[in-house]
């Protein structure tokens, strides 16, 4: 049984790290029988390359055929789908080109309103029409211009609110200096 | 001009890229290697070579795959395990995988011609392998002969580094109980 600070065998593979390998080699300066251990598995070792290796009997070599080698084309191929960073690419590309297409061949949205007042149009005159878009124009106008008023009656209210609210700061303020200085006074005056 | 020697790591993106010169120039630094990993896990000659040019033909197939070149040799290992055991599986489908001993060839593994070693000694660790298990077997020539360290035999094997350990530890043990008294025998 060793009693090295680390496993003999390990030290001996070389699969310690370079300090604890120091401290192995320090323990075996003191200890007898883990270099005893040590030997043996250097004999051990020793004996294994007793077997050399062999020669391989024939060497082995590869033709290049141009039957069964890929095209051009297809090695190019080959080599842009086994780059992860090229397919990445293609992916971006591809996804462009769809979007591309969608947005060219996507028919348009019929312009609704166009296509009722053609419906509605056909068949009069000129004038009538002229009348129409004058109805049509005023109407729209009236409907602004109400809408305008609304909005500047509600301007008008806002704004004498806010009015209302700092005058009424203003007085607060005025009746508390008020107080204040007469409670002064008062103690001033006894 | 820097002259630098040339490495895997350059070699392995031209040959994905199916430069044949390229895979060739790697599959000679590695040929031997690997067949004597599958030598010495399937103690058969003509299985090795085989097996050897099976793994080297699915690796060029498959290379692309690999993201890390520096990855390599662990990831080659692996798919010459996987033929290996193929090969085991499909000679006895009984048996189950991970029992699967190699074939044993009678005499065991043959020396090569410029052993310097006695040939009682060969025959005597030969003999030694032959009694481990198939998996500690390929823990002590993963570690021993091919040099891997245990997080690229835990790669190799799939297994976790501490099973990797388990059984090298105790193939080391075991080998050592044989060999060590032989040879210390033969020092003194």
Known sequence: MSCSPFDLRDYFLRELTNPRQLQVEAHLETCPSCREELDRLRVTQTALFALREEEIPQRIGFVSDKIFEPSPWRRFWAAFWGSGARLGFASAAMLSAALLVSALTRPAPAPL????STVATAGLSSAEIESRIQAAVQK??????????????????????????KLHNVVALADAQFDYYRQRYAGANQ | MIFRAVEDADL???????NVEAYNLLVSRWEKRVYNYLLRITANRE????????????????????????????????????????????????TDVDELPPESTGSGI????????????SLAVAGALERLSA????????KIYQGFKFEEMAEILACPVSTVK??????????????????????S
């Open chain 2, 110 to 121: 043959t020396v090569g011609g410029s052993s310097v070693f006695p040939i009682e000694l």
């Open chain 2, 166 to 187: 388990s059984r090298l530890y105790t193939a080391l043990d075991l080998l050592k109980a044989e060999l060590a008294p032989i040879r210390a025998r033969g020092v």
């Open chain 2, 47 to 94: 299985d090795a070579l085989d097996l050897t040019q099976d793994v080297f033909l699915k690796a060029y197939q498959n290379l692309r795959k690999l993201d890390d070149a520096s990855r390599f040799a662990p990831w080659l290992y692996r798919i010459a395990h996987n033929e290996a055991y193929s090969m085991f599986r499909k000679r006895r489908p009984e």
């Open chain 1, 140 to 165: 729209a106008a009236l409907e602004i211009e109400a809408r305008q008023e609304k909005k500047t009656a509600q301007l008008v209210r806002d704004i004498e609110l806010r009015d209302q609210a």
């Open chain 2, 135 to 142: 998996e500690q077997r390929e823990a002590v020539v993963l």
């Open chain 2, 12 to 18: 392995i993106p031209q040959a994905a890229r199916g």
């Open chain 1, 113 to 116: 309103a166009q296509t009722r």
